[in-house]
C-alpha cells in the first residue's frame, strides 16, 4: 500500500495509517461422490423405494381408507390424499429415492389429468413395475415387455368402458363425491346438488367464501374473467360503466396481438357488415388498444379488445371456454 511522505523540521514521515494488505479468500464447494449401481442389485433398491412409498399410499385406498399424519414444517398434518402423501416422501438411500420418485411423477400426472385416483394409480404402477422387473430378471426383452403392456391397457381400457355403469341418479353422484371428498357426506351433498341443478357439462368452480358456510351459487350463462375492457374509452353504458353489444363478431387467440396491422382484414370486415367486434387474446400490445381507441371515438369501428388473464395452460384453457361458448 502507497502512503504519502512529509516533511517535518528536516525529517519525513508517514502522513496517514499504514494498513495490512487485504488477504482474499476462496471458498470451494465439492460435490461429494456418485453412487454407480447396475444390474439386479439396481433393480432391487429402485423396487424397495417404490415399495416403501406404495405402503404408505395404499393404506388410503377406497371408503374405507385409513389416515395418515405427516410432519411438515414443525405441524403434524392428517391426510388420505394419495399425491400429498406420495410428494412428502423422501428416502435416505439415493436409488430408493429414485424409485420413489417414479411412483410420484405417476401420482402427479394422474392428478393432473383427473384430479383424482391417485392412490389406485400407485397400486397399478406398483404392480406393473415389480412383475415387469421379476420377468427382465428371468430373461424378458424390456423393449417387448413395454410394447405387450402398451397393447394390454388399450385392450383393458375398451373392456373397463363396456363394464362401467353411467353415474345418473343423484345419490349415486353423492356417493362418489364423498368418497372423493374424504367420506365428507356435506360436501358430497353439495356437489350433487350442483350437479342436478348445472348437468354433466356445466362446470364448477370452488371459491373461497366470506363467511364460514360453505354453499352453492347457480350462475346463468358464463362468467369469463374478472378483467373486462382495456380501456374506459370502450364503454357504451356510461350510466352502468358496462361494454354492451348486440350481435358482435368474437375473435378469440391465443396469439399476441403487436400491432393493429395484424387485425385490418378483420376490422374491414367488421365496418362492412356494420356490426361491433369483441377481441379476446391472449397478449396485446400498449399501442393496439391506443389506435383502436382513436378509431372508435372517431366512430370508425365499434370494437372492444379484452386482454384474457392468468398464464400457461390455464390462459389458453379459459380462451377454449370463450371460443366454445361464444361459437
Known amino acids: 500500500m502507497w502512503v504519502p511522505l512529509q516533511n517535518v523540521n528536516g525529517s519525513r514521515r508517514a502522513n496517514g495509517v499504514l494498513r ?36 404408505a399410499v395404499s393404506v388410503t385406498l377406497g371408503p374405507r381408507g385409513r389416515n395418515v399424519v405427516l410432519f411438515e414444517c414443525e405441524k403434524l398434518k392428517v391426510v388420505n390424499d394419495g399425491v ?13 429415492n429414485a424409485g420413489a420418485m417414479l411412483i410420484q411423477e405417476v401420482a402427479s400426472k394422474m392428478n393432473d389429468v383427473a384430479g383424482d385416483g391417485t392412490t389406485t394409480a400407485i397400486i397399478l404402477a406398483r ?3 415389480k412383475f415387469g422387473l421379476l420377468a427382465v ?59 342436478e341443478k348445472i348437468g354433466p357439462d356445466g362446470v364448477i368452480s370452488l ?24 380501456s374506459p374509452h370502450f364503454i357504451t353504458n356510461q350510466d352502468k360503466s358496462l361494454v354492451e353489444l348486440d350481435n358482435a ?18 376490422l374491414e370486415k ?7 367486434l369483441l377481441i379476446f387474446a391472449e397478449d396485446i400490445s400498449k399501442q393496439v388498444p391506443e389506435t383502436l381507441v382513436v378509431n372508435k371515438m372517431q366512430g370508425v369501428i365499434n370494437v372492444v379488445v379484452v386482454k384474457c388473464p392468468g398464464f400457461g395452460e390455464g390462459k389458453k384453457a379459459l380462451l377454449q371456454d370463450i371460443a366454445l361458448m361464444t361459437g
Not at 360453505?214 to 375492457?229: A, L
Not at 367488421?270 to 361491433?276: G, I, K, M, Y
Open 207 to 230: 371459491e373461497s367464501s366470506s363467511s364460514s358456510e360453505t354453499f352453492v351459487i347457480i350462475e346463468e350463462g358464463m362468467k369469463v374473467i374478472d378483467k373486462g375492457y382495456m
Open 137 to 195: 430378471s428371468f430373461g424378458a426383452n424390456p423393449v417387448s415387455l413395454k410394447r405387450g403392456m402398451d397393447k394390454t391397457v388399450k385392450e383393458l381400457v375398451k373392456d373397463l368402458k363396456k363394464k362401467s355403469l353411467p353415474v345418473k341418479a343423484r345419490e349415486e353422484i353423492k356417493a362418489v363425491a364423498s368418497i372423493s371428498a374424504g367420506n365428507d357426506d356435506f360436501i358430497g351433498n353439495l356437489i350433487a346438488e350442483a350437479i
Open 249 to 266: 363478431k368474437v375473435l378469440v387467440t391465443d396469439q399476441k396481438i403487436s400491432t393493429v396491422k395484424e387485425i385490418v382484414p378483420l
Open 84 to 96: 400429498t402423501i406420495a410428494r412428502a416422501i423422501e428416502l435416505s438411500d439415493a436409488i430408493e
Open 270 to 276: 367488421t365496418t362492412q357488415l356494420s356490426v361491433p
Open 127 to 129: 404392480a406393473m413395475i
Open 20 to 55: 495490512k494488505p487485504l488477504m482474499l479468500r476462496s471458498l470451494t464447494v465439492r460435490a461429494g461422490p456418485k453412487r454407480i449401481s447396475f444390474g439386479g442389485d439396481c433393480r432391487e433398491a429402485l423396487q424397495a423405494g417404490i415399495d416403501k412409498l406404495a405402503d
